[in-house]
């Protein structure tokens, strides 16, 4: 069968395909009586919008969202959550499937084409369908929703690496995040970025990226001990995002080459919450919130479509070559590190409403 439902409290299903008419997202499970409006959706939609610079897809994309459900006028005016399904609805106002010719006799190296037609024995070439990180967009807006059930976390996303190259962390200036098209804290790594993204879209390649985030406020005591661990759901929502590869929570993959007593995190009396001195864990323990920063780093791999021709095969399993046309980022982690922050929005949201739940 197929899946396109996330979440356990807050639930969230997305609908659509990359060249269809529109798309959206149903978010059931919401709280009553939250304040929402398209305004409190539309800066993060805005913020993951294509076309904005050369260093993202062309295609323009103004992604206004619609509420069609869940929503009422309150007694002060203002329209509020009902506690019923919130339906979000996206138009595609620019698509080009002329584009996809090529894409519909043969399969994209590093794509989902072939394994989508493996599984159902039918796709939809035409940008990848449900397969395409245009379905991103309704998990921003969803995510957008998410915010709003815990106004006590500040989430920040943004990028730390992109093509093998790294931010200073000497240099890392929150400030200067949204003043660079890369989300990018490091002004100096933003300034060589800049000319090696160029460099990949004009040779018709691509790069890869490392996205960092940041969740500040979380609570200790969010999450379970086995099957709903916070970590574990975080990393099952980020690998869901569209060229994901990789998810480190913490220190992740470090931490297996330090010592058991350089990957601890000490705690010191605070009279109350204990305080820490290290954040190897990023913030969890156990699958369960301890009050710290919530940290992880996700892994985009090079945007599978460009223009230099690879080796592929056709649907009747002839050897060719395929060079995808069209409009595609030469950096995809750029334009997926909001849809990082939506995620990780809609997985704190659910675990906040279990954990009521089940604590009070």
């Given at each position: 069968?197929?899946?396109?439902?996330f979440g356990r409290?807050?639930?969230?299903?997305?609908?659509?395909?990359?060249?269809?008419?529109?798309?959206?997202?149903?978010?059931?499970?919401?709280?009553?009586?939250?304040?929402?409006?398209?305004?409190?959706?539309?800066?993060?939609?805005?913020?993951?919008?294509?076309?904005?610079?050369k260093f993202t897809?062309?295609?323009?994309?103004?992604?206004?969202?619609?509420?069609?459900?869940?929503?009422?006028?309150?007694?002060?005016?203002?329209?509020?959550?009902t506690g019923t399904?919130?339906?979000?609805?996206?138009?595609?106002?620019?698509?080009?499937?002329?584009?996809?010719?090529?894409?519909?006799?043969?399969?994209?190296?590093?794509?989902?084409?072939?394994?989508?037609?493996?599984?159902?024995?039918?796709?939809?070439?035409?940008?990848?369908?449900?397969?395409?990180?245009?379905?991103?967009?309704?998990?921003?807006?969803?995510?957008?929703?998410?915010?709003?059930?815990?106004?006590?976390?500040?989430?920040?996303?943004?990028?730390?690496?992109?093509?093998?190259?790294?931010?200073?962390?000497?240099?890392?200036?929150?400030?200067?995040?949204?003043?660079?098209?890369?989300?990018?804290?490091?002004?100096?790594?933003?300034?060589?970025?800049?000319?090696?993204?160029?460099?990949?879209?004009?040779?018709?390649?691509?790069?890869?990226?490392?996205?960092?985030?940041?969740?500040?406020?979380?609570?200790?005591?969010?999450?379970?001990?086995?099957?709903?661990?916070?970590?574990?759901?975080?990393?099952?929502?980020?690998?869901?995002?569209?060229?994901?590869?990789?998810?480190?929570?913490?220190?992740?993959?470090?931490?297996?080459?330090?010592?058991?007593?350089?990957?601890?995190?000490?705690?010191?009396?605070?009279?109350?919450?204990?305080?820490?001195?290290?954040?190897?864990?990023?913030?969890?323990?156990?699958?369960?919130?301890?009050?710290?920063?919530?940290?992880?780093?996700?892994?985009?791999?090079?945007?599978?479509?460009?223009?230099?021709?690879?080796?592929?095969?056709?649907?009747?399993?002839?050897?060719?070559?395929?060079?995808?046309?069209?409009?595609?980022?030469?950096?995809?982690?750029?334009?997926?590190?909001?849809?990082?922050?939506?995620?990780?929005?809609?997985?704190?949201?659910?675990?906040?409403?279990?954990?009521?739940?089940?604590?009070?």
């Amino acid at each position: 069968m197929s899946w396109n439902t996330f979440g356990r409290v807050l639930r969230m299903t997305t609908w659509g395909e990359s060249h269809g008419p529109a798309l959206g997202a149903v978010l059931d499970g919401c709280p009553p009586g939250l304040s929402l409006a398209e305004g409190d959706i539309q800066p993060w939609l805005d913020a993951r919008r294509p076309g904005q610079n050369k260093f993202t897809t062309q295609r323009q994309e103004p992604d206004p969202v619609r509420i069609l459900s869940g929503t009422f006028e309150g007694q002060d005016g203002t329209q509020r959550t009902t506690g019923t399904p919130i339906s979000l609805m996206i138009e595609n106002v620019d698509q080009r499937s002329k584009d996809y010719s090529e894409v519909a006799r043969a399969y994209r190296p590093g794509h989902a084409d072939y394994a989508y037609d493996a599984k159902y024995g039918f796709r939809d070439y035409r940008g990848g369908g449900r397969s395409s990180a245009r379905e991103t967009a309704a998990r921003v807006a969803a995510g957008a929703v998410a915010r709003l059930v815990i106004p006590e976390v500040t989430i920040e996303a943004y990028v730390v690496e992109i093509g093998g190259d790294s931010i200073d962390r000497a240099r890392f200036d929150a400030a200067e995040i949204a003043n660079n098209p890369f989300w990018c804290p490091d002004p100096a790594a933003a300034a060589r970025w800049a000319q090696a993204v160029d460099e990949a879209r004009l040779a018709g390649s691509s790069l890869g990226a490392v996205v960092e985030c940041v969740a500040q406020g979380v609570p200790a005591g969010w999450g379970a001990p086995i099957y709903a661990k916070l970590d574990a759901d975080l990393a099952g929502a980020m690998m869901g995002i569209n060229a994901v590869k990789g998810v480190e929570i913490g220190d992740g993959f470090t931490a297996a080459r330090l010592s058991g007593e350089q990957n601890a995190d000490p705690m010191r009396p605070g009279g109350g919450p204990p305080v820490f001195q290290a954040n190897h864990a990023g913030g969890i323990a156990g699958g369960i919130s301890t009050g710290q920063p919530v940290v992880l780093r996700v892994a985009f791999k090079p945007t599978s479509s460009i223009l230099t021709p690879v080796e592929t095969i056709d649907r009747e399993g002839n050897a060719t070559e395929i060079r995808t046309k069209g409009r595609h980022d030469p950096c995809v982690g750029i334009r997926g590190t909001p849809v990082v922050a939506a995620m990780m929005a809609l997985v704190l949201a659910d675990h906040k409403l279990l954990h009521r739940a089940q604590c009070g």
